[in-house]
């Protein structure tokens, strides 16, 4: 197992990194699971550095006032909303 | 019947234009391609509710063509798969081969072809994702060149890597549909100009002599022995009519897979974000504050996705940046030169499409690793922004294998007439 790959503590803590609820059996199965996976990318290691040319372009476009969704179609697939508003839990 | 292969998660008939190219043929859709007023749940349960007010700029373009949407294809939970066991609504299954998978993730789109429950199809390629089906369906897929068709509509899984491509019967057909959704679209700022004026049907005129067929030594190693005959009497077949194949080196390809993953897992953790029942996904209620009921509406994720979110977080964390991403992304520019220098003194490359028949139900679950290791031969081809096409290459144990023509970006042309030789 890589030195590096994480317990059982330190799914749970990208789990709750990520707001992923995991059951216990899920942590476990992941904790072993990661350990490979990750055993795996560190093959990474061995890739020499290569010169990247990219040539890249903007595509900026003028910020004119476009057609889009209707308030009503935005909100269509909120589980909850308010006066023309999505509603959502307490953030704290 | 769908309910034979479990093809469609929902069967809705979505009448095209009167007239156009298409106007007499069906089209099955996969179900992360969304759909006005028709649901898109992209096989999780998350979305199982969700139906989009708008168009995918493709789907606008397959009914201005006049084409019948008959379905939204199963799929991959958000395209995660390799064999269309993942999806929320159950598994599909192989029309060419009982008790195999389709492939994935866009199995039921190929498997929709292949039981003739649609005459074409769209599926999406982040990894292998169209070909990967094609080869276990014994149909014809194209993953096109990066910016030719637009993602406007595609539910995101990994931006950088994906593209909507066409599934069917035989090259022409495939080429057909790639005309229809191909070209520039102002709603997707990563489309390109070439494509806009196509006529890649008339390229699948099966003449293949004089071109330089590039065989990647490290894409064929690693196959089984079947799926290794079934491509060397496809590359004997091609000599005879005129083709040159030469053996050439990708050493990169050997770094593909876990750049691939770590990229596409990275780009995952932050596309799956949006999901958080507030303004779309199901709620998982109102109790606790945010961060709680935002984790408790994702217990709904299935488990390949629950994977990759915290694999991708884990790897884009604090710490971990350069170990993982950053040497990836290294990975990545690697592939790519190398592709280029290939395409330097070949015309078009080679390979197996998948390195093994089509997987029994059942068999790669248990092991991620080994599932990801599958797409070994696809996933390059992402990573480097370029086109390919899987093409039938008879069976091995009873299930068909395919063979993947590589072509330098926007080489649509030259790969869809290499692949139509072997129809001959």
Redesign the interface.
Known sequence: MSDTSPGPEEVRHVADLARVGLDDEEVERFTDQFADILDYFETLEEVPEVERDADLVNVMREDEVRDSLTQEEALANAAETEDGYFKGPNVS | MSADYNVFITEETIEGAADGPLADSTVAVKDNISTEGVRTTCGSEMLDD??P??DATVVERLKDAGATIVGKANMDEFGMGSTTETSAFGPTENPAAPGRVPGGSSGGSAAAVAAEEADLALGSDTGGSVRNPAAFCGVVGIKPTYGLVSRYGLVAYANSLEQIGPLAPTVEEAAALLDVISGPD?HD??TREEGEESDYASAATGDVEGTTIGVPTELVEGADEGVRERFEETLDDLRERGATVEEVSLP?VE?AV??Y??IAMSEA?SNL?RF?????G??GG?D?????????S??A?G?EV??R???G???L?AG?HD??YK??Q??R??VK?DFDEAFESVDVLASPTMPTPPFEVGDSLDD??QM?LADANTVPVNLADLPAISVPAGEVDGGPVGIQFIGPAFGEEEIIRVGSALEE
């Not at chain 2, 958080?276 to 779309?280: E, F």
Request: aromatic share 22%; net charge negative; charged share 20%.
């Open positions: 969700y139906v007010p708008y102002d700022a990563t990169s770094h876990e750049a993953y770590v953790s974000a958080d029942g507030v303004r779309y199901n709620s109102f606790g504050n945010w961060n709680e009921t935002f984790s408790k994702r217990e994720f488990e629950k994977r979110i915290l694999l977080t884990y790897a964390s971990y170990k993982y040497q990836a290294d990975a520019a690697w030169q991620p690793l990801y």
